[in-house]
């Protein structure tokens, strides 16, 4: 076989390695695509014409998104509504399960003692339990809190007090996966720095303040990032947690959206792209984080 | 006052003994490296006195002071670390005044310090930088600024040379014999580059397996180690040794023969004895009118040459059948020795050359325990006492 | 779990600094043991020593953490278990006077849970092996130097960034049986044979769940395995590809035995992605998916969400907790017996 036999078969094999991706791309961007074209098209148009044609002349409309948003939403100004719910969940839960992470973190990695290897166990095997296992105790724990009657003062939460009770739930079962998050960068802190911190005379609480949390400001976006997505993404706590309407989350609303309009394909694709909006801003922005934070799974 | 004292040291980690009984005397203002092999526990000796970790046996002392148990930050001591260490999200003057402002000394003297410590260290106009905006040995001077802000009696420094390149580890090494000279504090450097620590040290404390072989100044190091570790040790390229026996007539190997009365060395004849020469102390039949007192010829046929620049090494094959192989090192190397000569030697590759072994310069060691049992084999009783003088020390 | 992690902190603690001096080996393991000798060797000598320990001076950072969540997980799932033991059902609360296995009992007279039983341990399987497969697949694709591989493979990973709820009204419109683009795209290439009414079709069902839930997660797989080819040094390649081997052989005698530790990884994580896939069905089917597709995540929230039979949901939750003990738990041994915890 001659050189240029052996090239052409390169740049050939080469250009089907390249075909084949492409393909699987289209593959994996196929139902955004037609679902975001679906939702850009007439009732009328959507039925009539193909799932990932753009619509042209009168198909087009952005209808949908107007009453998929006044079904989720409604105005941002009054506080309330399905988006607003999933941000006063998301936000608090994220930063908190972050940095009760990052402290434990910090405790179970920087701090060397025996026994590490147990307690460390019990988080990661809490990153993988499922929440079916647990979802009867902690509806019946919340309802025994009552936290309601504790929020009596404060007629804000006390309207929200499902929401409070997920951000705290989320909080929770968010701390195996932070952990082990930060954990795996402060284990790669060079440890003489912090025994130099040490003979300087620095407590460990100092030690964190001063020299771990600044340093920590990379594996924060990971974490916040990859941790936003999965409590806004969060469906079943929601569904046995939330029990008022006012307090539904986005998750929730896009499900009963999708249940009271059956055939409306359109405005079902227009709310969940709504829906779904702050995680895929979230992921082109961020997308190198929640990568990192994805591979922390395993 | 930065006199150290380990007092029956012993640091076991589950299965293994890190320091067995190390007992150790520092003097106060003195240079002291602890030097050996990797593993040996030269770093788990440095911890302690650290107070990084904790001693299972034994007693730790500094300034005449017990600090066994006492945390890093009471002992008075300031330590450089290999990796160097700094915080990468201050600047210099942060990384330098960190420990000062966590006792919350005053600004003006916080000031004061650093502008003295960086004039130390000569890293003037640099307070500002980042550490990823220096070079590695700048950042070296950094972490050696910020253990002397802390005026400590004891500077501690772990490997602090080994990340840095050759060129800039031979300058440090003076800047850190000056900074010994302009501070006057104690200064424990730990090193396994045996090279590192006869250059600077008062006195090098040779360890190995957890245990102290040998504390003296380098030349008494160099010239009477011992034991078969230190001997092998200390000195690049290592000392040849030979297995052999002591007969009648004094010490019988495979190839090498020195007649002695065994009486004059404290043997006896059937011990097993090894016997110690370094390369320089091995002479071509041409060279040998420069030293007083030579061994009988030894036959030997060259092998490998290494030139240095200023010497030239020599393998010696003793016999017909030996190879130069570095596995054959820890068998005594009976066939083979390793000569230095002079640069314009007109020794060539596969020569049959005689030579013969400088007698004031032979080490004889027990072969069991590896003990010194002389430094310099002379041919009559009254200079075998003068073995203890390095004055023919030719390097 | 983190598998990945632990090998490169593992790895990094020994010799990321490149130097094998003693300096760092000593320092390593010795940090554990400094414990060790502060714990119980120096804890006779004075109490001081004990409460100076790192051990005591690490409590306050991870303590509280470690309660909060034990509280929430593994206190729930004990206090689960002990409910699965009671006959709650209905309003009220529970009788914790009266326990026994009955609800386990009437389980294994029950024959919707063995058909759910059966369909998770199929969804679990044949999702766990088809999601490895296209990802190992594109892994190896992706990793010959592609260009705009961040591209790609930003696009591979996008679905997994989108909750179950949303993807799953994706693909109910892309398995729409009449202008689907499932079916539009069969029948647009000539298969109209194959055009089906996916969701509906009780034997096509359990499939097409499979199949959008592998869309969802391949892309994990690839990133996973992708980060295990990376992590093989380039010179076996070239060796491999010098001593003439083929590059199928070369991926399967050489490359693939490697990537064991990706595989144990991320099968791991999709098995447990797997038992919670009850989203994705509860937003396509509701509570009740039907014998084809009822799974234990949906039978138990049924039973005890739907019908208030909570001791029974209870019941069949311990054992979705067992099955996912059985995933997790050979696997957190593996990693404790390499050290990597």
Redesign the interface.
Known sequence: MSVADDLRELSLGRAAVYVVLLLVGAFYLAPLESGLMTAIKTQDAFFSSTPFVPPFGDGFTLEPWYEAWAQMQGPLSDFSGALYNSAFVAIPATVLSGLIGSVAAYGLTNLKWRGQAGVLMLFVAGMFVPYQSVLVPLTRFWTIVGLQNYLAAVPFLQSRVGLIELVVTHTAYGIPICTILFRSYYANFDESMLEAARIDGATFTRIYRRIIFPLSKPMFAVVLIYQFTQVWNDFLFALVLVSSPTNEVATIALNKLQGSMVQQYNVQMAAAFIAALPTLLVYVLFGEQFAEGVAGES | MGDVTLEHVTKRYEDVTAVDDMNLAINDGEFICLVGPSGCGKSTTMEMIAGLTMPTEGEVFIGGREVTNLPPKDRGIAMVFQNIALFPHMDVYDNISFGLRLRKYDKEEIDRRVERASDIVQLEGMLDRMPDEMSGGQRQRVAIARAIVRNPEVFLMDEPLANLDAKLRVHMRTELQRLHKELDTTIIYVTHDQAEAMTMSDRIAVIDSGQLQQIDPPLVCYNEPANLFVAGFIGSPSMNFVDGEVTEAGFHGKNVEVDFDPADVGVSPGDDVTLGVRPEDVYTEDEQAGIAHPTKRIEATTDVLEPMGDEIFVYLLLSEDATTSMDDASEGMSDQLLMSVDPDSSITEDQDVSVVLDRAKLHLFDTETGEAIQHGIATTTTTSTDSSTPAESDD | ??????R??VS??SD??G?????N???????????????T??SD??D??LL????V??????????L??????????G??AV?SLTEWSGFGS?DYGDLDFSMYEQMLGDPTFVVAARNTVVLLVVFTVLSLAVGLL?AI??D?D?RYENT????????????????A??????Y?PE???IN?VLR?VGLDFLANDWISDPSTKLGAVIFALM?QFS??CM??YL?GLRAIPNDQFEAARIDGASTLRMYRRVIIPQLRA?TM??A??LM?FA??A??FL??LFGDTPGPSTDI??TM??RE??SSSN?AY??A???V??L??LV??GPY?YV??QRGD?
Do not use: C
């Open positions: 779990m983190p598998h990945s992690i632990f490169r902190l990094l603690g990321g600094d130097d094998a001096n003693d300096a080996e000593v320092r390593t393991d010795g940090g554990t043991a400094t414990a060790t000798g502060e714990g060797t120096r000598q004075s001081r020593s100076d320990s790192e051990f001076r690490s409590l306050p950072f991870w303590l509280p953490p470690a909060l969540m034990g509280l929430f997980v593994y206190g729930a799932i206090w689960n409910i529970p594109l694709l992706v010959r592609i790609l493979r930003t696009i591979y990973l996008l679905p997994m960034s989108l909750s179950f709820v949303v993807t009204i994706f693909w109910a419109w892309m729409n202008i689907g683009l539009v647009g869309w892309g994990y990133v996973v980060a990706s990884s991320a791991v994580v447990v038992l919670k009850f989203d509860f937003v234990l995540a138990m929230f005890a969400f909570w949901g209870a069949i939750a311990t979705l907790f099955l996912a995933v997790i957190l990693q404790y915890l």
